[in-house]
């Protein structure tokens, strides 16, 4: 895997549209992006890759924005397909699954962006994770309309500050 592109994390909390992520939910970073759990994953190891500059609209970002984006989108998103059997054992199967990826942008409102801020999910797939395989979008779209609500009322969020750190401890040892 090459790592050239991470950089030591700078420890230090981001800024995620209106909302702050925790230092201790970073788990990689570039010179210009950082990667983060989330907060209500569709699936084991589902992430985000974000711009550190809070950027609505993919088109404003820079070309350099852009290339370092994507180079860490492809870094975390090997490190987790690579390690998925270790990161997400699945004791239901009676063989190892084979692993693969999505990778997507909602670019605006229409296109389901519910926080103003660009950002890459990288989700581990494997075989059957849904029934009909395009699913994942609508689960995607459906998680990140609930977000907005579930950051504002932190009885709802499905895992705590403490869960998403220890899950960013793991991932942090990839890097």
Request: with cysteine; hydrophobic share 35%.
């Amino acid at each position: 895997m090459d790592k050239t592109v991470l950089v030591g994390r700078e420890a230090v909390d981001r800024l995620f549209g209106p909302w702050t992520i925790s230092r201790n939910e970073v788990f990689a970073e570039s010179p210009l992006s950082f990667a983060f759990v989330n907060l209500k994953p569709v699936v084991p190891g589902h992430v985000l890759v974000a711009p550190k500059r809070v950027v609505k609209r993919f088109g404003s970002l820079t070309n350099d924005e852009v290339a370092d984006l994507w180079q860490l989108a492809k870094v975390v998103g090997h490190g987790l397909e690579s390690s998925a059997h270790d990161l997400f054992p699945d004791a239901s199967r009676s063989r190892k699954p084979e692993y693969s990826l999505t990778l997507c942008i909602q670019d605006g409102p229409q296109a389901g962006q519910t926080v103003p801020h660009v950002h890459i999910h990288v989700l581990p797939r494997k075989e059957g994770d849904f029934e009909n395989n395009d699913q994942v979008y609508d689960e995607i779209d459906d998680g990140e309309k609930g977000l907005t609500k579930q950051l504002d009322d932190e009885s709802r969020r499905e895992r705590t500050r403490e869960e998403m750190a220890e899950e960013a401890g793991r991932f942090r040892a990839l890097f």
